[in-house]
């Protein structure tokens, strides 16, 4: 089991910047992907960013492309999503979430573990 908790959200104003940190714990010494995702009220949650378990690749959704990053710390068992440059409509309960193998899928069906969630309000 893993167990994963994210922290850092808030609400800041449009063109402001967060960063997201998920920190994993238990079963950590075992290879995993990482995402995040977001979930707008009455939307389906979406892919954000994932990377991989080595950090040498990374995806993105189109709508976050050239103003989010997703990095990872293996040694602190983190992943971090900084967000700039945000928008209104990344106004979302953002997820991370983990599986394990190497490969960062874009589906949230083909996750294994999630984290709580953490709010992120950006203001017009």
Same mark, same amino acid.
């Given at each position: 089991?893993?167990?994963?908790?994210?922290?850092? @959200?808030?609400?800041? !104003?449009? @063109? @402001?910047?967060?960063?997201?940190?998920?920190?994993?714990?238990?079963?950590?010494?075992?290879? &995993?992907?990482?995402?995040? %995702?977001?979930? +707008?009220?009455?939307?389906?949650?979406? %892919?954000?960013?994932?990377?991989?378990?080595?950090?040498?690749?990374?995806?993105?959704?189109?709508?976050?492309?050239? *103003?989010?990053?997703?990095?990872?710390?293996?040694?602190?068992?983190? $992943?971090?999503? !900084?967000?700039?440059?945000?928008?209104?409509?990344?106004?979302? $309960?953002? &997820?991370? +979430?983990?599986? &394990?193998?190497? $490969? +960062?899928?874009? *589906?949230?069906?083909?996750?294994?573990?999630?984290?709580?969630?953490? !709010?992120?309000?950006?203001?017009?």
């Amino acid at each position: 089991q893993v167990q994963l908790v994210e922290s850092g @959200g808030g609400l800041v !104003q449009a @063109g @402001g910047s967060l960063r997201l940190s998920c920190a994993a714990s238990g079963r950590t010494s075992s290879r &995993y992907a990482m995402g995040w %995702f977001r979930q +707008a009220p009455g939307k389906e949650r979406e %892919f954000v960013a994932s990377i991989r378990w080595s950090g040498d690749a990374t995806r993105y959704a189109d709508s976050v492309k050239g *103003r989010f990053t997703i990095s990872r710390d293996n040694a602190k068992n983190t $992943v971090y999503l !900084q967000m700039n440059s945000l928008k209104p409509e990344d106004t979302a $309960v953002y &997820y991370c +979430a983990a599986v &394990y193998g190497s $490969v +960062a899928p874009l *589906r949230p069906s083909e996750y294994d573990y999630w984290g709580q969630g953490t !709010q992120v309000t950006v203001s017009s």
